[in-house]
């Protein structure tokens, strides 16, 4: 997420200009500048782990996928930001030559954290909400086991989540099925907010979203 803004404001194509050569990435919104916050273990495990689930199902069909760095440009707010996790399906499309700014995400994943929830679950859904190309927003917490799903339907955006390690999370829009002990695989949580159910019988099946 931004956290602090730069008082000077900036068209587009500047802001493109000094964030191509930037040592570190920012977010464009409303002619301001906003440098991103660094990710923590935790983060960068659960993106990584949800990359490779979606990335290896992917790997044989006309999707790509992109961690971190992949910048999308929502076009009728004007924001430029940087997912987690985003996918593109049916052939990319992309602002420029530089291929570095995508216009047609199909799924976008953000990992939750303090510093991010509240932006990411409000403003940043609200321009991602923008997007017709986006047909599913995947909110995954960092510090408990919980991931939300938000699908289109029309107009609406209908919600489903799951918060056990068995569950398994179903995303339809790109075809693909990614289990929560995947996607928390090597994070470790405090006691109290382990999900997961010991006493549970190993012949329990995983419920889906």
Known sequence: MATAAEKTRYTPEQYLTLERKAAYKSEYREGNVYAMTRANRTHNLITGNVCAEIGRELLDRPCEVYVSDMRVRITATGLYTYPDVVVACGGPQFEDREVDTLLNPTLIVEVLSDSTEAYDRGVKFKHYRRLPSLQQY??????????????????EWLLAECSDLQDVLRLPSIACEVSLRQIYAKVEFPAQTNCADPAAPEDTLPHSI
Do not use: I, P
């Open 138 to 155: 995947v909110l995954v917490s960092q510090d408990r086991v919980l991931v939300e799903r938000f699908t289109r339907q029309g107009d």
